[in-house]
């Protein structure tokens, strides 16, 4: 078989799912297809489709991408727990033993003959991808994530659909607290940045947001809370972000068994929250709601497949120009480049003196601090 003369690139989507992760994919087959001697490849699951024996890498093309940029998920799969640095590979007797299989990575990307890669994904792939990059893979970063605390973006895709869909659920939960004159808890996630929680909290008209950036006294809870009891049958609604701690307490969470998951499983601490403030002495009836995955299922709003494709045809171009070693950017209203460098160094988590929250302190929600 004559090798082909085409270009080639490969895409790989790492980390947890995210509304917008297709539309990014249609765009830069779409605009690879303007450039006429393009072929572009997908890994599947992340790097493990090109780590895995035999290789999962699928052509993408017109074919399979057309009209995707509606869906939610990834068509090329994703994972977290395939860090080619950190790579887990269980031992015959069930154990798991991590190995650096990037060398090998970088060979088969080589074998290929693959130009350059797209990585879509978050801090943890971005990480991966300035890894990559320093050991010479030509590599482009775009950023994902629900949370929205990568850095260097002012916006991720995702994170506003990601809002949306709490908001429409905490709409419902008013009306149900307020007919039960109970106090509803909505758990949103949020790792390590309350931007989910924070944006929920405002356009829902929550009563208290909690957020990992402030931690809480839940005693200010219950005061802001009795307030709303204090002229007979009241109701509330409270926001907490997944990683929402008590002052001087810690997070709450669970050690996976998940092989190579490699962090702590957050989820739950409405439930928490709900026993810290019946200790407290919060005599209303509580319930709790976990939002969960659902946040990050279904089909993207009309921004964030916007989002996705601007980033999708950056990526592109930056392939074309050879901009490797940096990542698509949302800067002031446009699209930009930044260096992996800088998009990893820290998480971009929510500034307690912001205008943000202190608008929301200035319509009265209380952040329990
Ligand atoms: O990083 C995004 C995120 O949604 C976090 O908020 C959450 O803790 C995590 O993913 C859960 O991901 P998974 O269940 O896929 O491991």
């Known amino acids: 078989m004559e090798k082909s003369t085409k270009r080639k690139l490969i895409v790989s989507t790492g980390g947890g799912d995210c509304p917008g992760l297709n539309a990014v994919l249609r765009a830069i087959v779409k605009r690879a297809g303007q450039e006429k001697n393009w072929e572009i490849l997908g890994s599947v699951e992340a790097f493990n489709g090109v780590l895995n024996n035999p290789m999962e890498v699928i052509n993408l093309g017109n074919e399979n991408t057309a009209g995707i940029h509606v869906k939610g998920g990834t068509i090329i799969k994703t ?4 860090n080619p640095f950190d790579f887990p590979i269980e031992q015959p007797d069930g154990s798991v033993v991590n190995m650096d299989r990037s060398d090998e990575l970088i060979q088969r990307l080589e074998d290929l003959d693959v130009e350059a890669v797209i990585n879509i994904g978050g801090e943890g792939s971005q990480s991966i991808s300035q ?3 320093e050991k010479g893979v030509n590599i482009i970063g775009v950023p994902k994530t629900i949370d929205n605390d990568l850095s260097s973006t002012d916006l991720t895709f995702g994170f506003r659909t990601a809002v949306q869909i709490a908001t429409d659920s905490f709409d419902r939960l008013v009306t149900t607290a307020e007919s039960h004159h109970r106090v509803m808890i909505m758990e949103v996630m ?12 405002i356009a829902g008209g929550a009563e208290v947001c909690l957020i990992p950036e402030i931690p809480y006294d839940v005693d200010k809870i219950v005061e802001r809370l009795n307030l709303r009891y204090s002229k007979g049958k009241g109701f509330a609604n409270i926001v907490i972000a997944e990683g929402a701690r008590p002052k001087g307490g810690t997070t709450f969470s669970q050690e996976s068994n998940e092989v190579g998951y490699g962090k702590a499983r957050l989820g739950g601490v409405a439930y928490e929250l709900s026993e810290q403030l019946k200790a407290a002495g919060c ?11 659902t946040q990050r299922g279904g089909t993207p709003i009309a921004f964030d497949r916007v989002l996705a494709t601007l980033f999708g045809v950056k990526a592109f171009e930056m392939v074309l120009n050879k901009e490797y070693g940096r990542m698509v950017a949302w800067k002031s209203q446009d699209v930009v480049s930044v260096p992996l460098l800088d998009a990893i160094k820290d998480y971009n988590t929510v500034n307690p003196d912001s205008f943000t ?13």
């Not at 005599?283 to 995955?293: D, F, N, P, Q």
């Open 79 to 82: 994972t977290n727990k395939g």
């Open 131 to 133: 890894q990559l990059y």
């Open 190 to 201: 949020g790792r390590d940045a309350g931007w989910i929680a924070l944006h929920t909290a």
């Open 283 to 293: 005599k209303a009836i509580i319930r709790e709601t976990v939002l969960g995955h």
């Open 357 to 369: 929250v202190k608008a929301a302190k200035g319509i009265g929600i209380s952040f329990g601090d």
